[in-house]
């Protein structure tokens, strides 16, 4: 595949044989199946993957995000007072509601299951996850468990998959998103630096959705 994987699903269905596994120039790395030898760094596994395989280009996490939803619910109305007028009234024509309130957006996220990704919604729960992802420190460190995993090592928030973990399981902690963390073996060193100084290292896909 030369695609980065945006759920579950996907994933399995198009993993490949092994006598395929040179042709690869990206490496998807399941969160359910991340278990490198112990006491090798995760840098160390994917360079000696790329010794293993030399057309592998892009390494990726396909991972859960646990702490999500409990975030989400603390800070809704937060997240509802900075909405501005345009989409705060985009929300209220979709829940068909006069007053847009956190309540109301919760309850209806809680049946957003079939919507698509662009739909005013699931675009707004998606917003809140990268801002989740990309913003939210908690004592210098990212906020979600499996975040904190993949940026002290060195990745950046890559993309938000809506509808990435239909699973009452991933319903339960993100309303069913998933997100790639990608490894740029070149940048590991600089987004750790950044994350250091405070800053999470995110694309400009994850970036506009923040604005």
């Not at 892009?58 to 939803?69: E, H, K, W, Y």
């Not at 847009?100 to 998606?126: C, G, I, N, Y």
């Amino acid at each position: 595949t030369d695609t980065v994987a945006n759920s579950m699903f996907n994933w399995i269905n198009n993993n490949l044989p092994a006598s395929t596994r040179s042709l690869l120039d990206v490496v998807t790395f399941s969160q359910y199946q991340e278990q490198a030898p112990m006491g090798m760094a995760f840098d160390q596994v994917m360079r000696t993957l790329r010794a293993e395989f030399p057309k592998l280009k892009t390494f990726v996490t396909l991972s859960p995000i646990p702490g999500f939803r409990a975030w989400l619910v603390r800070h809704a109305e937060a997240r509802v007072a900075g909405l501005a007028r345009v989409q705060r009234q985009a929300l209220a024509r979709a829940l068909g509601v006069e007053t847009l309130t956190a309540e109301a957006l919760l309850a209806a996220a809680d049946h957003a299951r079939e919507l698509d990704a662009q739909a005013p919604l699931s675009h707004w729960l998606q917003q809140c996850a990268a801002s989740y992802l990309g913003q939210e420190l908690q004592e210098g460190k990212p906020a979600d468990p499996v975040a904190r995993f993949h940026l002290g090592n060195g990745a950046r928030v890559e993309r938000i998959n809506w509808a990435g973990d239909p699973s009452p399981k991933g319903w339960k902690q993100s309303y069913g998103m998933m997100v790639n963390y990608l490894y740029d073996l070149k940048r590991l060193d600089k987004h750790r630096s950044q994350l250091a100084q405070g800053k999470i290292s995110v694309s400009s896909e994850v970036a506009k959705l923040t604005a």
